[in-house]
């Protein structure tokens, strides 16, 4: 496996759990080191085992933003391996426009890519129609994704958002930090409870922290689940996210149960829930401990694993069989239409309502606010006192609005 991002930590806990319950034999290759994730081995750091690596393999299983034209590696040759024999796949963890973009790719250069596909089963798969759709992998066996014994909520609740942008900012590459901040300021006004967010600390760390809490926030914005809400119900806890028809959809089937272990809730929802769940503690105690039931029997490392060791065998024998399951298939006019085009309008309407009802000031500072951070970062300094005032004085202004 070769990886030049960290994907939340979704390479190392795939690799892990292909490790430790099958035969396949797996190494990770990391471009550099990320510093809040486990690591296999680090290309930067010895390149020469990389290509010891790379020529020892069967099988190069390429993640995100890497094809068979990728020199990241370097001086591993992607393409040249495939010539002599080795069976390549690519793995995906976002948008295809997202993974062109970060390429400087042209889009059908990402979807036509012959190389066989493999999706995660969130939201990106609606954009990959072709690609065989495989769960991200949590080791929840492992202690630290197990509840803690005994009652241990010291804090009420905690959001470990990976982008900083706003909810309306971006379709699919935004966890609405901003909005979802303000959503929990005004829950813990009204309770008393604590909340916390948890950016750029190690996995470990932020396992620890969630162990502590009362509820999980995952996502409230976009219709999927992720990481974060698989560890939260792993760890015993409720757990916000607003999952759309097509995710749910997909869970169902990749899981194999009928239920769906998120309280499915949107952001504009957000508040009375939040306020319900803590003001009752047996009720959130109880699904907490359901969603772990869910997470042991129906999303266990041990099973899941199977949907990749499938995936190989079919590269050594036949590759043109890693496609596209019957039943995800996203050949009709029904089941693209609430995958993408319905999804779309409903949170276009969304954002619509949001703007409309945000006071003005407020919705001053978040269009404003990226241009005048960086004016007041590079020309404040030479800039008349008189008018640096203002502008300060402006900035401070706009700024009071997110507090």
């Known amino acids: 496996m070769f990886s030049k991002t960290a994907m939340a930590g979704a390479p190392i806990r795939i690799a892990q759990a292909i490790n430790e319950h099958t035969k396949v034999q797996v190494r990770l290759v990391d471009s550099k080191r990320w510093g809040i994730f486990e690591h296999d081995h680090i290309h930067d750091e010895n390149p020469e085992i990389t290509f010891s690596l790379a020529q020892e393999a069967d099988i190069i299983h390429l993640f995100n933003y890497l094809d068979g034209r990728s020199e990241d590696f370097a001086p591993v040759d992607f393409s040249d391996l495939e010539k002599r024999g080795k069976r390549l796949v690519r793995h995906f963890e976002s948008t295809p426009m997202l993974v062109a973009d970060a390429m400087g790719i042209p889009l059908e250069g ?20 072709t690609a065989r ?15 803690s014994e005994g009652e241990h909520e010291e804090m009420g609740m905690i959001f470990s958002p990976s982008w900083q942008r706003s909810a309306w900012d971006a379709r699919w590459d935004t966890k609405g930090l901003p909005e979802t901040v303000e959503l929990l300021r005004k829950v813990a006004l009204r309770t008393g409870w604590r909340f916390q967010v948890l950016q750029n600390m190690p996995l470990a760390e932020v396992l620890r922290e969630k162990r502590r809490a009362a509820i999980i926030i995952d996502e409230l914005i976009t219709g999927s689940y992720h990481l974060s809400g698989l560890e939260g119900l792993s760890l015993g806890k409720p757990v916000l996210a607003f999952l759309d028809e097509r995710t749910q959809y997909v869970l169902r089937e990749i899981s194999g149960s009928q239920s769906c272990p998120f309280v499915n809730v949107r952001l504009e929802d ?3 829930v939040l306020i319900h769940l803590l003001e009752n503690h047996l009720e959130r105690r109880k699904l907490g401990q359901e969603n772990r039931e869910w997470i042991e029997k129906h999303w266990s490392d041990r099973s899941l694993v199977q949907h990749f060791v499938e995936v190989y065998e079919q590269l050594l024998t036949d590759p043109s069989q890693v496609k596209r399951q019957p039943e995800l298939a996203l050949e009709s006019a029904c089941s693209r239409f609430v995958a993408i085009n319905l999804a779309d309008r409903i949170y276009q309407a969304r954002a619509r309502r949001w703007f409309e009802s945000e006071p003005l ?14 004016l007041k970062r590079t020309v404040a300094d030479f800039m008349p006192e008189p008018i640096k005032a203002v502008l300060l004085k402006a900035y401070s202004w706009l700024r009071s609005s997110t507090s």
């Not at 990402?110 to 129609?129: S, W």
């Not at 407020?362 to 005048?372: A, G, I, M, Y």
């Open 361 to 374: 000031k407020r919705r001053l500072w978040r269009l404003l606010s990226p241009q005048v951070t960086e």
């Open 270 to 272: 957000g508040y009375e």
């Open 110 to 129: 990402v979807l036509n890519d012959p190389i066989p596909k493999l999706v995660i089963a969130q939201y990106p798969e609606r954009f990959f129609p």
């Open 133 to 147: 759709v495989v769960p991200n992998i949590i080791p929840q066996d492992d202690p630290a994704y197990q509840p």
